[in-house]
C-alpha cells in the first residue's frame, strides 16, 4: 500500500447518557445483534447490597448526621455494618445494623449502639438503642429487599457505558477526546450503533451525528488513532517487560497487537494514506511477545527431556 487514495472519511460522531438498565433488557438486545460477549459481569451479592444500603440511608440523613458503611473483616460472609454519625465536640457513633447478602437476600441483625466517649478510638462506653435507630432499621429492613432485587437485576449506567466503549472499539471506532465520551465510527458500522439505539431507547440516549469527510476530521481521527494506538502500544510493552506474564497472557497480549495491526489497516483504507509508524510501533511489542513465548517454550521442552532422562 503506497502514496495516498481517495477519501471516504465517512461515518457518525456518537455519544451517549447511559441510566441503570434492566440486565435481561440489555442481554436480548446484545444477543440480538450478535453482542452478547460485550455484556457486563455479574454484579456480587456484596456490591448489590452495599449499593442497595446506600439507597435506603439516603432518606434518613439528618441535619449534622451522616453514616458510615462500613465492610467488616469478611465482607462475603460478615457484611457490612452500618453506623449512624451524630456530628458534635464529641461524635457520636451508633452501630445500628449489621447486613448480610445471604442465599435468599439481604439479612439484616440489630446492632449494638455505641457512643465514643472520648476522643481515644478505642475508648466506647455503650448506650441504649434511639427511636431514630430504630427507624432506619425498620425503614431499611422494609425497604432493602426489593433495593436488592433491583440492584442484582440492573446493569448500572457506568457499566452500560463501558460495555458500549467496548463495542465502538470492536466496530474499529475512534474516541475523539482525551477523557473519552465522544466517539466515531465508521460508516459500515453505523447501522449497528442506530440498532443499539433504537433497543435500548428506553434506558440509554445515544446520539449519532453523521458527518462528511473534511480535512479538519482526517486530522482529528488520524490524532486520535495514533492517541489510541500509542497508549495501547505503552501498556502492552510494560506488560512483556515486566516479566511477570505467563504463557496465557503473553498469547494475549500478542492478539491484541495483531487487532491493533488490523485496525490500522482498516483505517489505512478510511484515511487513504499509508501508516507505515503507527505499524512499526505495534510490531515492536507484537515480535517482543513472540520472543517471551518462543522462550518459554524452549524452557518447558528443556524440562520434559531433563525430566524423561532422570
Same mark, same amino acid.
Given at each position: 500500500m503506497n502514496? %495516498?487514495r481517495?477519501?471516504r472519511v /465517512? ?9 441503570a %438498565?434492566r ?6 438486545v446484545?444477543e440480538?445483534?450478535g453482542?452478547? !460477549? ?8 456484596e456490591?448489590?447490597?452495599l =449499593? ?16 458510615n458503611?462500613?465492610?467488616r473483616?469478611?465482607r462475603?460472609k460478615d457484611?457490612f455494618?452500618? =453506623?449512624?454519625v ?6 457520636e457513633?451508633?452501630t445500628m445494623l ?12 440489630a ?11 478505642d475508648?466506647?462506653s455503650?448506650?441504649?438503642?434511639t427511636?431514630?435507630d430504630?427507624e432506619? #432499621?425498620?425503614w431499611c /429492613?422494609?425497604?432493602l429487599r426489593?433495593?436488592y432485587?433491583a440492584a442484582?437485576?440492573h446493569?448500572?449506567?457506568? !457499566?452500560?457505558g463501558?460495555s458500549?466503549v467496548?463495542i ?8 475523539l477526546k $482525551? ?7 465508521p460508516?459500515?458500522a453505523?447501522?449497528?450503533?442506530m !440498532?443499539?439505539?433504537e433497543g435500548? /431507547?428506553? %434506558? ?6 453523521e458527518?462528511?469527510?473534511t ?11 495514533t492517541?489510541?494506538?500509542e ?7 510494560? $506488560?512483556i517487560n515486566?516479566?511477570?506474564l505467563?504463557?496465557?497472557?503473553? &498469547?494475549?497480549r500478542?492478539e491484541?497487537?495483531? &487487532?491493533?495491526i488490523t485496525?490500522?489497516s482498516?483505517?489505512?483504507?478510511i484515511?487513504?494514506t499509508?501508516?507505515? %509508524? ?11 511477545a513472540?520472543t !517471551?513465548?518462543?522462550m518459554i /517454550?524452549?524452557?518447558?521442552q #528443556? &524440562? ?7
Amino acid at each position: 500500500m503506497n502514496g %495516498t487514495r481517495s477519501l471516504r472519511v /465517512e461515518g457518525a460522531v456518537v455519544f451517549w447518557s447511559a441510566g441503570a %438498565t434492566r440486565k435481561l433488557d440489555l442481554l436480548h438486545v446484545y444477543e440480538s445483534l450478535g453482542l452478547e !460477549a460485550f455484556m457486563p459481569g455479574d454484579k456480587t451479592p456484596e456490591a448489590a447490597l452495599l =449499593q442497595s444500603l446506600k439507597v435506603c440511608l439516603k432518606r434518613h440523613k439528618g441535619e449534622g448526621e451522616s453514616f458510615n458503611i462500613i465492610p467488616r473483616r469478611n465482607r462475603k460472609k460478615d457484611g457490612f455494618e452500618v =453506623q449512624r454519625v451524630v456530628h458534635g465536640k464529641v461524635n457520636e457513633y451508633h452501630t445500628m445494623l449489621i447486613a448480610r447478602a445471604g442465599v435468599g437476600g439481604p439479612l439484616l441483625e440489630a446492632g449494638p449502639n455505641f457512643r465514643r466517649k472520648e476522643l481515644k478510638p478505642d475508648h466506647w462506653s455503650r448506650v441504649p438503642s434511639t427511636d431514630v435507630d430504630r427507624e432506619v #432499621f425498620d425503614w431499611c /429492613e422494609h425497604v432493602l429487599r426489593p433495593s436488592y432485587a433491583a440492584a442484582m437485576n440492573h446493569v448500572e449506567g457506568a !457499566a452500560v457505558g463501558r460495555s458500549l466503549v467496548n463495542i465502538v472499539d470492536h466496530l474499529d471506532g475512534l474516541t475523539l477526546k $482525551d477523557a473519552g465520551g465522544v466517539y466515531w465510527v465508521p460508516s459500515e458500522a453505523v447501522p449497528m450503533i442506530m !440498532a443499539l439505539r433504537e433497543g435500548l /431507547e428506553d %434506558t440509554v440516549a445515544i446520539d449519532v451525528l453523521e458527518n462528511k469527510p473534511t480535512v479538519e476530521a482526517i486530522d482529528a481521527f488520524r490524532r486520535a488513532l495514533t492517541r489510541e494506538i500509542e497508549t495501547e502500544v505503552q501498556g502492552i510493552s510494560e $506488560d512483556i517487560n515486566s516479566g511477570d506474564l505467563g504463557e496465557r497472557a503473553l &498469547e494475549n497480549r500478542a492478539e491484541r497487537a495483531r &487487532e491493533l495491526i488490523t485496525k490500522i489497516s482498516s483505517y489505512e483504507g478510511i484515511l487513504g494514506t499509508t501508516l507505515e %509508524t503507527l505499524r512499526d510501533s505495534v510490531d515492536v511489542p507484537k515480535q517482543a511477545a513472540a520472543t !517471551a513465548l518462543a522462550m518459554i /517454550e524452549s524452557g518447558n521442552q #528443556f &524440562e520434559s527431556v531433563f525430566s524423561s532422562i532422570v
